[in-house]
């Protein structure tokens, strides 16, 4: 409650400025969050993230004008979430490193499927006029981030989320012992796609514009993956001080060192996950244990 107040008030006294880095901010820790119902919890790490915000952003574009927004913003959510479903069983009988090769492939395949349904529509970039306030969708993200903070608080703390971390530590274990392994796991990947789809869908509209290579990039899925590992853990707080870090550090150095900034954070955060490879989260654990010895 007082994270989403504190956000609240940001457009009541900040600038542009401020409230874009807002948004950015509540944007990152929404897909962290919705990437660590599966892939903190299961340990199917995932660099293919990025398709369910790309897939998100691409019906919004379908349905703008067609549809009223928040009906879009919905239809994104629901048509990700089929897609996670759809791909989920196949995807998700691999493991290791072919899972995230595969997850990497699937979101370059449906990059390109979505370029060449456009090149066939004659259509090279799109334009969105008419998009709502950022005000408007600086609230619809609070909204969104503010959901897939309670999924995974809700999803860690159910017979769901021990299942999760059952198939984590041992699949055969679990499976031995009742838990429907492929079930959960397919259902954890829907889980974890519909908020993408839907922050996708908002998202395409604060550029408004749409060009695929932008918005299936994979660097959004990397940068997901860094802020998950520097924050730590399979729980709420990970997410939110790995997006924390990063966004605030990504703006002080840029707005310090432009031409070298992004040497500097990759340089800082190869440094950091080998110093602190439990994330920021084990660290206060680590403290906080200590403190109660």
Not at 90 to 117: D, S
């Amino acid at each position: 409650v007082a994270f989403v107040a504190l956000f609240a008030i940001v457009p009541l006294f900040g600038g542009d400025y401020f409230v874009g880095v807002a948004l950015t901010l509540l944007m990152w820790i929404a897909l962290t969050e919705s990437w660590v119902v599966l892939s903190a919890m299961t340990g199917y790490v995932s660099l293919g993230h990025v398709v369910f915000f790309g897939t998100g952003g691409y019906v919004m574009v379908l349905t703008f004008g067609v549809l009223p927004f928040w009906a879009s913003v919905l239809a994104s959510g629901a048509v990700t979430g089929a897609l996670a479903l759809l791909v989920g069983y196949p995807c998700l009988r691999v493991r290791g490193p072919y899972f995230v090769i595969l997850t990497f492939g699937l979101a370059e395949l449906v990059k390109f499927i979505v370029i060449n349904v456009e090149a066939a529509l004659g259509k090279f970039g799109r334009l969105l006029f008419g998009a709502p306030s950022l005000a408007e969708l600086f609230y619809v993200i609070l909204i969104l981030t503010a959901a897939s903070v309670a999924i995974t608080y809700t999803v860690r703390r159910s017979r769901f989320g021990a299942g999760l971390r059952a198939i984590r530590e041992n699949e055969e274990a679990a499976e031995t012992l009742g838990v429907n392994v492929a079930g959960y796991k397919v259902l954890a990947f829907a889980l974890s796609a519909i908020i993408p789809g839907m922050v996708g869908s908002v998202m395409v509209l604060r550029t408004t514009y749409f060009e695929p290579l932008d918005v299936f990039n994979p660097i959004t899925s990397f940068t997901i993956v860094s802020m998950a590992i520097i924050g730590g853990g399979d729980d709420v707080p990970g997410p939110l001080y790995g997006a924390c870090f990063f966004v605030v550090l990504q703006e002080l150095l840029w707005a310090n060192w432009p031409e070298i900034y992004m040497i500097i954070l990759g340089a800082l955060l190869v440094g950091f996950v080998l110093g602190v490879p439990d994330g920021i989260d084990g660290r206060i654990a680590h403290l906080r244990r200590s403190t109660a010895r």
